[in-house]
C-alpha cells in the first residue's frame, strides 16, 4: 500500500512539473513569437513589402484621395500607409545620408523605376494597398491599357498633391520590393563621357531605364537594349526614333506606351544609345 501511495506522489509531482514545464516553454514559444513579430521586416536596404504584408503589419491605413490618378485618369481613394513612415521603420535610412540615395522600385512584372530619396521623402507619399472604389468583391479596380488589363496588386505609390506629368516622380504599381541604393551608383556604367550624349542620357534615365536595360543595368519589363547587340545595330536609324515616338505604329498590342517623347527627344536618345553601342559589357 506505501508503495502505491508513494508512486502515486511521485507521479503527480512528475505531471504537476511537466505541466509547468509546458506551460513555461508555451509562454517562452509566445514572447519570442511576439518579439519576432516586432522586429522589423529588414534593417537594411531592401524591403520586402510581401512579407510586411503576410506578417500583418500593413493594416494600420488610412484613407488619401489622388486627385487625379495617373494611372486610373480619374480621381480615386485607396486604403494607404505613409511611405516614409516604412522606409524609417523597416531600412536604414536614418543612418544615412539621404541626399546619398537613391529608391529602386521593384515590380512583379520587371518595372524598375527609380527616383531620389531626397524627392520622396519631400513628398506626400503613399503605400496604397488597395482600392476604396474597388467594386464589392475586389481589391483593386481592374486596370485596361490598350484593351488589355493591367495588374495594380500587390501594392501601389501614390502622392497627394503631386501632378503625374512630373516625371521626377514615380507611380509604379504591381510593386513587391523597395530597394535603397547609391544615387550614383551606375554613373561609371552608363553615363557618357561624350558631353553631346549627356542630354540622351538624361532622358532615356528618366523615362527608359525603368523597363529597358543598358548593359543589364536597369528595367527587365522590355528587352535589354545594348547586350550582347545593340538596338542601333538592327534598326533603322529613323525607323527607331519613329518607334520610341509612337511604338503602337509598329506593333499591334504592343506592351511599350506613348511616352509623349519629343522628335528632339528622340533623336537625343538614339544618340545615346549609339555612343553605349561601343560601350559593350
Avoid at 495588374?151 to 504591381?174: L, R, T
Avoid at 543589364?216 to 537594349?225: Q, R, T, V, W, Y
Amino acid at each position: 500500500m506505501k508503495k502505491i501511495i508513494a508512486f502515486t506522489l511521485l507521479s503527480t509531482l512528475y505531471l504537476s512539473c511537466d505541466s509547468s514545464q509546458k506551460n513555461a516553454n508555451k509562454d517562452s514559444l509566445q514572447v519570442a513569437k511576439l518579439a519576432i513579430e516586432e522586429v522589423p521586416a529588414s534593417d537594411s536596404l531592401t524591403i520586402d513589402l510581401l512579407d510586411l504584408r503576410d506578417r500583418g503589419l500593413l493594416k494600420a491605413t488610412q484613407v488619401v484621395s489622388i486627385k487625379p490618378d495617373p494611372v486610373y485618369h480619374k480621381n480615386k481613394r485607396f486604403n494607404a500607409l505613409s511611405l516614409k513612415g516604412i522606409l524609417e521603420k523597416y531600412s536604414s535610412i536614418n543612418r544615412m545620408n539621404a541626399n546619398d540615395l537613391k529608391v529602386v522600385f521593384e515590380c512583379e512584372d520587371g518595372y524598375k523605376p527609380e527616383m531620389p530619396l531626397e524627392i520622396l521623402l519631400s513628398a506626400n507619399a503613399f503605400l496604397a494597398v488597395n482600392d476604396v472604389d474597388a467594386p464589392k468583391g475586389r481589391d483593386w479596380e481592374i486596370l485596361l491599357k490598350n484593351g488589355q488589363e493591367s495588374k495594380i496588386e500587390p501594392f501601389y505609390v501614390v502622392y497627394e498633391g503631386v501632378s503625374g506629368d512630373d516625371v521626377s516622380y514615380k507611380w509604379p504599381y504591381n510593386l513587391v520590393k523597395i530597394h535603397l541604393a547609391p544615387l550614383h551608383e551606375n554613373d561609371k556604367a552608363l553615363k557618357p563621357k561624350d558631353k553631346s550624349t549627356l542630354v540622351g542620357y538624361e532622358i532615356f534615365k528618366n523615362r527608359c531605364q525603368t523597363c529597358h536595360a543598358i548593359n543589364k543595368i536597369g528595367g527587365k519589363m522590355g528587352p535589354e537594349l545594348n547586350y550582347p547587340k545593340s538596338v542601333t545595330e538592327y534598326w533603322k536609324t529613323d525607323d527607331l526614333k519613329a518607334f520610341i515616338q509612337n511604338p503602337a505604329s509598329y506593333r499591334n498590342n504592343v506592351k511599350m506606351p506613348t511616352l509623349g517623347i519629343k522628335p528632339e527627344e528622340a533623336n537625343e536618345i538614339v544618340k545615346y544609345l549609339s555612343y553605349m553601342s561601343e560601350h559593350k559589357l
